[in-house]
């Protein structure tokens, strides 16, 4: 008579293996590890720390902001990388276009948001990858 593939026979009397059980289990494990875990998406953000303004006050300060800080990086931007710090060259320049100064600092501001949320999501990986290393530290490693 066979034995069976699950049965392991050893010294101390019968061990019952079931693989698919050990299976089953370690899926539903990870399964619930991977719901607790949090993605970066899922992230609450707290538009509060971001946007300084006097309570009550948050529409108007963010109107501005919106208004104000696009129009004065574009015309940094302009001053910097165009006029090449130059004031007399900056002058020369048609400053009589407030949307496309506007659009200019826009853009710029909207580059640099995203290389930032760029960086925020490696460092958000870097620290998960880390902490999963931390609980399972024979993950990833070439055992044989």
């Given at each position: ?29 990870i ?7 949090e993605?970066?998406?899922s ?6 720390k ?15 902001y ?20 130059a ?7 048609d ?7 506007w659009a ?7 580059v ?33």
């Amino acid at each position: 008579m066979k034995k069976s593939a699950y049965k392991k026979d050893n010294n101390n009397g019968s061990i019952y293996y079931d693989s698919v059980e050990d299976t089953r289990s370690y899926a539903a494990k990870i399964n619930q590890e991977r719901k607790k875990r949090e993605s970066f998406g899922s992230q609450e953000i707290d538009v509060n720390k971001y946007v300084l303004s006097p309570e009550g006050w948050e529409n108007f300060a963010l109107t501005l902001y919106i208004i104000l800080i696009p129009y004065i990086v574009g015309v940094l931007f302009l001053f910097i990388f165009i006029a090449e710090v130059a004031f007399e060259k900056f002058l020369l320049l048609d400053m009589s276009s407030i949307f496309i100064v506007w659009a200019i600092g826009y853009e710029v501001i909207a580059v640099s948001l995203l290389f930032l949320i760029f960086v925020s999501f490696l460092s958000y990986l870097s620290k998960s990858t880390s902490a999963q290393k931390i609980n399972n530290p024979h993950r990833g490693s070439n055992r044989d």
